[in-house]
């Protein structure tokens, strides 16, 4: 079956640190990814989308993600994050009729 | 300005009361959906339609519907709200055969 695990529901970074959010998915055939941000009291954002080539993808604000066929990946990186990245992240992969699995989410919450 | 507009914000209603919420976009997207976020950010697809077909999650009780009055709409009618139906309502839109979708910023609704 499809599926999109994001194994930390929260993540603690400190103002000006590197980021690592980490996705996971089950999928037969070439994967579409995605990564959307809802900010609070928001609707959900497009970060960044992967279908094909580079497997490093860039996003915007910063923000890239890296896809791996090999490990089933899909892990979104920010070099140096702003207190302004305070969000939940989501990861998502097309099905088969264009509509989107989606992972439970990782809360990000920046140090000051 | 192109987006997709969710009306009200915010909506408290007693149990067993009809709500509706509507939903416009104008991005000349051809696809639309309603979601259900729960307390704990899980993103559940209840409806997806454009004009040639209405998608149903099959969980979804039957007390909720979808209406559209053409592509640019679509509204969520509630009959006889219950206490689990507190959720965030998100409506989205994309072009069909399409995962990239623009989200609204949601409708909270409340049932006490």
């Known amino acids: 079956a499809q599926s999109v695990t994001q194994p930390d529901a929260r993540v603690t970074v400190s103002e000006g640190a590197s980021l690592q959010l980490r996705c996971k998915y089950s999928y037969s055939a070439t994967p579409y990814l995605f990564w959307y941000v809802q900010y609070p009291r928001q609707g959900l954002q497009l970060l960044l989308k992967?279908?094909?080539?580079d497997p490093v993808v860039q996003g915007v604000n910063g923000f890239e993600a890296e896809f791996s066929k090999s490990n089933s990946s899909f892990h979104l990186r920010k070099a140096s994050v702003h207190w302004s990245d305070s969000a939940v992240y989501f990861c998502a992969v097309s099905s088969s009729n264009y509509q989107l699995i989606w992972g439970s989410g990782t809360k990000l919450i920046i140090k000051p | 300005e192109t987006a997709v507009f969710q009306t009200p914000n915010y909506h408290v209603t007693q149990v067993g009361n009809e709500v509706s919420f509507n939903c416009k976009q104008t991005?000349?997207?051809?696809?639309m959906y309603w979601y259900k976020q729960d307390s704990k950010k899980l993103l559940k697809i209840m409806f997806s339609?454009?004009?040639?077909?209405?998608?149903v999650n099959e969980t979804v009780p039957r007390r909720f519907s979808p209406q559209s009055s053409d592509k640019a709409h679509l509204n969520l009618r509630i009959k006889s709200v219950e206490p689990e139906d507190s959720a965030v309502y998100l409506c989205?839109?994309?072009?069909?055969?399409?995962?990239?979708?623009?989200f609204g910023s949601g409708t909270r609704l409340l049932v006490i």
């Open positions: 989205a839109s994309s072009y069909a055969g399409n995962s990239d979708y623009t």
């Open positions: 992967y279908y094909s080539g």
């Open positions: 991005l000349g997207h051809d696809t």
């Open positions: 339609y454009n004009n040639k077909q209405l998608i």
